[in-house]
């Protein structure tokens, strides 16, 4: 689904959505004049530059005031850009522009249910549109998936088993509808993640590892509809998954920065946080001020920190770890591939730094997904029974 990211001027309203932008001395564009896509393209860029170069945090007006001007911006793009079209793919991006635009404008209009409203029934009916002339499959899917998981999502404070057993029906139902070339590990994941809440994991400790493997079954199966290709590729991830989801017991393995056999055996009757990190990662970084105070609170009861740095240099992983003055364990990447290791990122199947798992006294994972904020109350509810 990557090729269906937002346009450049979208990707820029992701990236500040915190943040809100001046409209002084701003151009904004027409395309009255353009005759390609390449031109509105570049216009476009042109004011996302303006943009970023404008940011000043903390002001939601005037931040709404730039979630209008995005939206409107690239919906007239889109339209622009479907007027001049000169063949189906600069249609789709045309799609993607309008499609963008309606979202930006959702998100600004986020606290007004009626115009919100607005905005969603305008939204429904392009993908509709875009769904009846046939050609753009995936452009449609990604846009029906998000519909689909929002409708998901409503479960989520009325869970129960005979309910998660009705979703795990509707996703193979929903994915064996998509086109032979959709990629379906997102929406697979979605029973993964449903089974791994607290809800369902706490007094079902073996569901995970069991959802897994009948997401493998159903895949491999004569009854899922997708290409053999993508049945191998989404299999692998989720075996990935299934060493380092919920309930399972992890064995970490490897090089310690100054090269020494990492030894997993030893960490036997601690809790460990066990993070997948890189030195380039701000959103890592940012975890790193809560993990420093579990640690200072809880080591000496017991807790343990192993950050195991992945797609990232050796002397990167090192310049990062002396920077931050990390008192745990630290596990290389890079050492351990140069030792004949298989690489732990693709092991566990790991999409994006940071991924933090807490380990129980046994070495199984009894969190698949723990913040540093969430981390305290939980190694102080641990801790503290009886």
């Not at 769904?131 to 899917?141: A, D, I, R, S």
């Not at 897994?212 to 075996?239: G, Y």
């Not at 981390?375 to 641990?382: D, K, Q, V, Y």
Request: charged share 30%.
């Amino acid at each position: 689904m990557s090729r269906f990211i937002f346009p450049f001027l979208i990707i820029v309203c992701l990236v500040i959505s915190s943040a809100s932008c001046q409209e002084e001395n701003r151009k904004i564009p027409t395309f009255d004049d353009a005759t390609t896509t390449e031109q509105i393209e570049t216009q476009i860029i042109q004011l996302a530059q303006e943009l970023r170069e404008n940011v000043n945090n903390k002001d939601l007006k005037s931040y709404q005031k730039f979630l209008g001007t995005i939206g409107e911006v690239s919906i007239a793009a889109g339209e622009k850009i479907l007027k001049i079209a000169k063949n189906d793919e600069e249609r789709e991006k045309g799609y993607q522009f309008k499609i963008g635009g309606l979202k930006a404008l959702i998100q600004k209009d986020w606290q007004s249910l009626s115009q919100k409203s607005v905005h969603l029934e305008k939204l429904s009916t392009l993908i509709g549109e875009i769904e009846k002339e046939g050609k753009y499959p995936l452009l449609v899917n990604n846009e029906r998936f998000q519909e689909f998981v929002l409708g998901l999502n409503q479960l989520s404070d009325e869970l129960t088993l005979e309910k998660f057993e009705q979703l795990k029906k509707d996703l193979r139902q929903w994915v064996n509808k998509q086109p032979v070339s959709f990629r379906p590990i997102e929406p697979l994941m979605i029973a993964v993640q449903f089974a791994e809440s607290e809800k369902l994991s706490k007094n079902n400790p073996e569901l995970v590892t069991k959802t897994i493997q009948e997401l493998i079954t159903f895949v491999n199966s004569s009854e899922c509809t997708i290409s053999d290709e993508k049945k191998n590729e989404i299999c692998k991830q989720l075996e990935g998954y299934s060493r380092r989801c919920v309930g399972a017991d992890l064995k970490l393995y490897g090089k310690t920065l100054d090269n020494q056999d990492f030894n997993w055996d030893t960490l036997r009757g601690k809790y460990v946080l066990v993070k997948f990190t890189a030195s380039w990662c701000g959103p890592c970084k940012g975890e790193i001020p809560g993990m420093l105070k579990a640690y200072e609170q809880y080591h000496d009861k017991g807790f343990e920190i192993v950050s195991v740095y992945v797609w990232d240099q050796l002397a990167d992983s090192r310049h990062a770890v002396q920077e931050e003055k990390l008192p745990w364990l630290i596990v290389s990447e890079e050492l351990t591939e140069k030792a004949n290791q298989p690489p732990q990122g693709k092991t566990y199947r790991i999409q994006g730094v940071p991924t933090m798992l807490l380990i129980d006294k046994d070495g199984k994972v009894i969190d698949a997904e723990i913040r540093s904020q969430k981390l305290l109350s939980r190694l102080a509810e641990l801790f503290n029974k009886k």
